[in-house]
T-cell receptor
Framework: AQTVTQSQPEMSVQEAETVTLSCTYD???????LFWYKQPPSRQMILVIR??????QNATENRFSVNFQKAAKSFSLKISDSQLGDTAMYFC????????????FGKGTKLSVKP | EPEVTQTPSHQVTQMGQEVILRCVPI?????FYWYRQILGQKVEFLVS????????KSEIFDDQFSVERPDGSNFTLKIRSTKLEDSAMYFC?????????????FGPGTRLTVT
């Protein structure tokens, strides 16, 4: 069974600095997708970034980028120039390429951005 | 920007009662999902739905649960004979045509409390 592990329950960062959130996963599949979702206090989960496993190039969305290490099964999220609005729970998620929508989530990392 | 909406935001029910959680997906979306998050635990996939039938379901989604798209706009999750352990946050998600299962937009959730 696939699993997703986020080893950092909580993290904090100063505004404008850079922070990296860790995620590891376990799968025997070769075709899959990885995601980072943000859940602010309003509780609506928002997709931050997505990575297709067949792509070697790391995904980037503005201040958010990932470090995808397929052999190590690692998928970390880097947030540059942290802003107060980045304060949220961040969930790493995995989806088997053959799945019909079954996102497998990690337990989440609570990120606090301090002024 | 279009959003997935869910009603009610909080539902309290007594053990053994039936509840229906409602979701209005983004209007042109064709893929629909339900997830739940028990307090302090991971977000868990329940079911995916496409073309008026279930595409995939998890072990959690047993005979107690059912989903329906009763009209062109709503997507519902029915829980028959609720149990205390059904207390959780329930998230609906929808996905656009052509995006496969890896593009899911989440609603704000319904907090279900079973007493």
């Amino acid at each position: 069974a696939q699993t997703v592990t986020q080893s950092q329950p909580e993290m904090s960062v100063q505004e404008a600095e850079t922070v990296t959130l860790s995620c590891t996963y376990d799968t025997s599949e070769n075709n899959y997708y990885l995601f980072w979702y943000k859940q602010p206090p309003s509780r609506q989960m928002i997709l931050v970034i997505r990575q297709e496993a067949y792509k070697q190039q790391n995904a980037t969305e503005n201040r958010f980028s990932v470090n995808f290490q397929k052999a190590a099964k690692s998928f970390s999220l880097k947030i540059s120039d942290s802003q107060l609005g980045d304060t949220a729970m961040y969930f790493c998620a995995f989806m088997d390429g053959g799945s019909q929508g079954n996102l497998i989530f990690g337990k989440g990392t609570k990120l606090s951005v301090k002024p | 920007e279009p959003e997935v909406t869910q009603t009610p935001s909080h539902q309290v029910t007594q053990m053994g009662q039936e509840v229906i959680l409602r979701c209005v997906p983004i209007s042109n979306h064709l893929y629909f999902y339900w997830y739940r998050q028990i307090l302090g635990q991971k977000v868990e996939f329940l079911v995916s739905f496409y073309n008026n039938e279930i595409s995939e379901k998890s072990e959690i989604f047993d005979d107690q649960f059912s989903v329906e798209r009763p009209d062109g706009s709503n997507f519902t999750l029915k829980i028959r004979s609720t149990k205390l352990e059904d207390s959780a946050m329930y998230f609906c998600a929808s996905g656009p045509p052509g995006a496969s299962a890896y593009e899911q937009y989440f609603g704000p959730g319904t907090r279900l409390t079973v007493t």
